[in-house]
């Protein structure tokens, strides 16, 4: 079973940034593909990036350039650096999974002045 612990978020004024860090433990072989997600207000979910067990990520156009997926493998937690922050980032930031589905309990990321 796997279990995920997000941490980070919190307001930030336009052009600012944040780092988002998951946790991910529980019976997993190496270190699998984790994807990060988003749901703003009266929106769906969608995809942010995702990063592959070999370290290659790919993202969404609306965050390219701005937002970058990395890991620490002894630390089996992955973070989502985001920089230069609008006010349409605000969301609620998921980590997930992808191998078996399984979400973390999300994170308020507010870019607001």
């Known amino acids: 079973q796997v279990q995920i612990v997000q941490s980070g978020g919190g307001l930030v004024q336009p052009g600012g940034s944040l780092r988002l860090s998951c946790v991910v433990s529980?019976?997993?072989?190496?270190?699998?593909?984790m994807g990060w997600y988003r749901q703003g207000p009266g929106k769906q979910r969608e995809l942010v990036g995702t990063?592959?067990?070999?370290?290659?990520?790919v993202y969404a156009d609306s965050v390219k350039g701005r937002f970058a997926i990395t890991r620490d493998s002894s630390k089996r937690t992955v973070y989502l650096q985001m920089n230069n922050l609008k006010p349409e980032d605000t969301a609620i930031y998921y980590c997930?999974?992808?191998?078996?589905?399984?979400w973390g309990q999300g994170t308020q990321v507010t870019v607001s002045s």
């Open positions: 997930t999974h992808l191998a078996t589905g399984t």
């Open positions: 529980g019976s997993i072989l190496g270190f699998p593909a």
């Open positions: 990063i592959s067990g070999g370290d290659s990520s």
